[in-house]
């Protein structure tokens, strides 16, 4: 009698769960079915609103205006590599900025290829009577120079545009540093010679005004 009332609950309860169960599949089919009739009654609402149709027309074509934006944005992977830029030699330039004569004509921005700045600076030169030519070449050199100095690979300046090779950045160090050195002597040099003419001009009107009254007429009259 203890077994069969065992069993006699075992099967309620199998019964039981499976009531349960075929009610929640139910109420989940209900509520699909009830989502899907809202989501209709929806639909329909939005179509029958007056500028539905343009409002998503508009939207779709604002989608698509992004999508293209965002697509010409991205690089493209098949699209071939820019070749990379040809590097110029260190030692060139600084060779060209150490010449006079070269810098003030823009040689060195023909050089490193702009041209339109070193036909600018060429023009200056020409109107000026070399007078802007040589300041422009005294900044382009003291640009190159600092540049030399700092051993950089690569200069962007005042339209200076280069890439280096690495293994010229030493020569044209010390080429920057000979440069220095050279304008400091000249500087020194044309100082001393102004320095000196100007300590011998009084020696030479002193003795010009202490001639006497009467050599001074016979040399006149000789």
Do not use: H
Not at 93 to 118: H, Q
Not at 138 to 164: C, M, P, T
Not at 172 to 199: D, E, H, N, P, W
């Amino acid at each position: 009698a203890s077994k069969r009332s065992a069993q006699n609950t075992f099967a309620a309860r199998e019964q039981k769960n499976e009531v349960e169960q075929v009610n929640r599949t139910a109420a989940g089919q209900k509520a699909a079915s009830a989502q899907r009739v809202s989501v209709a009654d929806a639909l329909s609402q939005a179509a029958e609103a007056p500028g539905a149709a343009a409002a998503v027309a508009g939207a779709l074509q604002a989608r698509k205006a992004i999508s293209l934006v965002i697509t010409d944005a991205l690089p493209d992977p098949d699209a071939p590599a820019s070749p990379p830029k040809k590097k110029k030699s260190k030692v060139i330039l600084m060779l060209l900025e150490m010449v006079p004569v070269c810098g003030p004509i823009g040689l060195d921005r023909f050089y490193l290829g702009s041209t339109k700045t070193g036909l600018a600076k060429l023009t200056v030169c020409l109107c000026t009577c070399l007078v802007g030519g040589l300041v422009w070449g005294l900044i382009d050199a003291i640009i190159v120079i600092l540049n030399s100095l700092f051993r950089k690979q690569s200069i962007n300046s005042l339209g200076l545009e280069a890439e280096f090779d690495e293994d010229e950045t030493e020569p044209a160090f010390y080429l920057a540093c000979i440069a220095v050195v050279v304008q400091i002597l000249c500087l020194c040099f044309c100082t001393g010679c102004r320095y000196m003419g100007s300590k011998q001009a009084p020696k030479e009107d002193t003795a010009i005004i202490g001639v006497p009254a009467g050599a001074r007429l016979i040399s006149s009259g000789r």
